[in-house]
């Protein structure tokens, strides 16, 4: 294959790989200073762009009002002043926000939706390397709001325990991480002037016009052999918009990613900074669980997929694999044959061993559910678990969530993402969670009506 050749085939693996991702990163400066002074055209060729390029060009304008040094100084001065600054500690409050949860009533099998308000604060002290959230849930079951604390040195969960702070050490996850919108109000003046926040257009927001700055961070993993191509971004991706108020300049909501148009934002209530002494910046109380657990993705103290290891069991040796009876164990289940057992080790080299059992009906092979087939997996341990979905499962069950997800499990014949990619693709499940015979159990399967079915079965059985 000639140079040519390799070039044209780096190209297109790099648009399938990075096609997803957007820019990887904002236009330089230069470029934009560029564009700013490029001379002017006819009025014909004006009017035979396009609407993309006209909106591009606006962009540019006012990125340059918002940033540009000189006399635009006192704009930027007053961006940073909107955020009251008395001190050394960022202090930022979320607006509630509406989540909607289905709920199984599982004596009837009738499912309803309610809406539960969500509401954040914050504290963080760069300086100290100090963070603190506090996430409030009112109506639902009091073990789903939490108390997440940081230091330089440890990490702690109020619900889950001890937690990782980096992702070096064996077993351990990223689980506390200051989000980026908290570091850059932390210094907004100094961010501001740095550019470290890009424009990123503009828009209305409940009926107030806003421009919105990208905050975006994407370290690439290189292709091997491919020059030019990427394996996507390492040490995690930071890509959110903030929304500022184009009259106030006060920063009214947070985006995940680009997309501003799919959704309100994260209302922010209050930003400023304040003295050490007014912050709660307290440790959290020290939870139920064994400080010795090494906690995995999403903040709980469980073992992460990499150190997960299985095999295969007798159906009559996984009670005794649990060390209680099993809660889902039986024949069939909503009419599905029991197919295969597996029996997990969810833990860390040199950690407590905690063990826990898969029980697959249905569409199987390789003792694992089939990607699209016709399957419900029961998942069950004696500690809860991220791997099974059971990290926050409510102690009555009066009233289950019910949910719509994507598996999180392995599954056998799943197709690969894409063809350079190493991630098998997944399919949207519907999972419930609840405790029975002190065991936290999920049921998940592809059908909505069979989660429903077999859930109400198990909880049944005495």
């Known amino acids: 294959m000639s140079f040519e050749s390799h070039l044209v085939v780096d190209e297109q693996i790099r648009d399938a790989l990075n096609a997803p991702l957007g820019d990887e990163q904002p236009p330089s400066w230069s470029v934009l200073v560029e564009r700013a002074r490029a001379p002017r055209r006819s009025r014909r060729r004006v009017w035979a762009f396009s609407v993309g390029t006209v909106a591009a060009a606006c962009a540019v304008v006012a990125l340059l009002l918002l940033l540009l040094p000189g006399r635009h100084n006192d704009l930027l001065e007053n961006a940073a002043a909107a955020i009251p600054a008395k001190g050394p500690v960022l202090h930022l409050v979320y607006r509630p926000s509406p989540v909607t949860q289905q709920l199984l009533d599982p004596a009837t099998g009738h499912v309803h939706a309610v809406t539960v308000m969500t509401r954040d604060e914050l504290w963080y002290d760069p300086a100290r390397h100090l963070y603190k959230e506090i996430r409030r849930f009112p109506g639902t079951e009091p073990g789903a709001s939490d108390v997440l604390w940081r230091s330089s040195k440890e990490a702690y969960s109020a619900v889950f325990g001890r937690q990782a702070l980096s992702g070096h050490a064996p077993g351990q996850a990223l689980a506390i991480q200051v989000p980026p919108e908290a570091a850059l109000f932390s210094r ?11 424009y990123g257009g503009s828009g209305t927001l409940d009926g107030h016009p806003v421009l919105y700055l990208w905050i975006y961070h994407c370290v690439l993993a ?16 930071v890509d959110e918009t903030i929304a500022i108020d184009k009259k106030t300049l006060d920063p009214v909501a947070v985006y995940p990613g680009t997309d501003t148009a799919r959704g309100p934002g994260f209302r922010i209530e209050s930003v400023s900074l304040i003295p050490r002494s007014e912050a709660d910046l307290g440790m959290p109380a020290r939870t139920p669980f064994p400080p010795a657990m090494t906690p ?10 990499d150190v997960r290891t299985s095999k295969t069991l007798a159906p009559d040796s996984a009670s005794a694999w649990l060390a209680r009876p099993a809660a889902g164990l039986r024949g069939r289940l909503d009419g599905l044959p029991l197919e295969a057992v597996r029996g997990d080790s969810l833990n860390p080299a040199g950690l407590p061993v905690r063990h826990g059992v898969e029980l697959i009906y249905g569409s199987s092979c390789k003792a694992m559910p089939r990607y699209g087939g016709d399957y419900v997996l029961v998942q069950e341990s004696r500690t809860p678990e991220f791997f099974y979905g059971t990290q926050a499962t409510p102690a009555s069950t009066h009233a289950i969530p019910l949910e719509s997800t994507y598996s999180h499990f392995a599954e056998c014949n799943a197709e690969k993402i894409g063809f350079y990619a190493s991630q098998d693709r997944s399919e949207r499940i519907w999972t419930t969670a609840f405790r029975k015979n002190g065991l936290y159990v999920s049921v998940s399967s592809r059908s909505r009506q069979r989660t429903i079915a077999a859930t109400r079965q198990i909880l049944s059985a005495r």
Do not use: I
Not at 188 to 198: I, N
């Open 296 to 305: 995995g993705p999403g903040g709980c103290p469980c073992a992460t997929v």
């Open 188 to 198: 907004y003046r100094q961010a501001l002037a740095s550019h470290e926040a890009s």
């Open 222 to 237: 290189p292709f091997p052999g491919h020059p030019g191509s990427s394996l996507g971004c390492t040490e995690g991706t």
